[in-house]
């Protein structure tokens, strides 16, 4: 089954374009000023600026199409915290942010005090570091969600463009394996993770596969540009691999 799904993903589109859509913005590096479902944010220098991608989870989120109402919830790249603020209101039992950029966490913990408060049932864990190493052993995540810096093509040198935008599959890849390893996932745990073909989407689910986990495409937009974003969901049972998933 996830054969077929991986000779349908499209290869990465040619390098020229990618870096041409993908061209750096020059203000990643100044406050900027973010609005969406009625919230106000002030973005610090070198946090991600969500965009069209990041809103396909966030409103998914509002909405209960991506359910975290009393589960335990990892919003993983959590950028500016939008996705762990609205998980928060949706009622999660608990929300891992996680990012390995420290003020992006403090933006995200900023944020979630401001609009949801400290008067909720949710335990909100804000934590710094490189993907689940914040995650002490045996936590078991029944949601997670990923927009990865997965682009194929380095559009800059820039460090905290690379962060963002384009680390590529050594960030995707070592993602599916901590999962997988460290038995992250809870029985009925989901994966939500979004990515286009400006990345080598077959290398990426592949690798996913690789590590024991199913992928299906919950949800497919076209840009009309060329572009294509998938927005996957990946399931993965205790202990599955490749060889005895087969
Ligand atoms: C494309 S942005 C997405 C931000 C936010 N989730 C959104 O959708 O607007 C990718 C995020 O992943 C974070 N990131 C990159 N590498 C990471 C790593 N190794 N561990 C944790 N977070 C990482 C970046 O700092 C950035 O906030």
């Known amino acids: 089954m996830n054969s077929s799904l991986l000779d349908r993903l499209p290869p990465p589109l040619p390098p020229e374009q990618i ?3 993908n061209r750096p913005k020059a203000d990643l590096h100044t406050t900027r000023a973010y609005s969406w479902n009625g919230w106000d944010f002030e973005v610090p220098p070198g946090v991600f600026i969500p965009g069209a991608t990041s809103r396909m989870i966030h ?3 509002l909405d209960d199409e991506i359910d ?3 589960r335990v919830y ?3 790249g959590v950028g500016l915290g939008v996705e762990a603020i609205v998980a928060g209101l949706r009622g999660a039992a608990r929300v891992h942010a996680l990012d390995v950029h420290p003020a992006s966490v403090a ?3 900023a944020g979630y005090h401001r609009i949801v408060g400290t008067d ?3 335990e909100f864990l804000p934590r710094v570091g490189d993907l689940f190493a914040p995650l002490p052993d045996g936590t078991r995540l029944d949601v997670v969600t990923f927009n990865p810096p997965a682009v194929s ?3 800059s040198e820039d460090p905290d463009i690379v962060r963002n935008v384009c680390a590529g599959t050594p960030v995707t890849d070592a993602f599916f394996t901590q999962l997988a390893e460290r038995d992250l996932l809870a029985p009925g745990g989901e994966v939500f993770f979004i990515a286009s073909n400006t990345a080598d989407l077959r290398h990426i689910i592949g690798h996913a596969v690789h590590e024991g986990f199913t992928a299906h495409i919950h949800h497919l937009h076209d840009w009309n540009d060329g572009v294509l974003t998938y927005l996957f ?3 993965r049972e205790s202990g599955a691999t490749e060889e005895n998933s087969r």
């Open 68 to 70: 975290v109402r009393g």
């Open 107 to 109: 933006a995200t913990e």
């Open 74 to 76: 990892a919003a993983m």
């Open 233 to 235: 969901r990946l399931t």
């Open 153 to 155: 093509r380095p559009v």
């Open 19 to 21: 870096i041409a859509l």
């Open 59 to 61: 409103q998914r989120v």
């Open 120 to 122: 909720r049932p949710t």
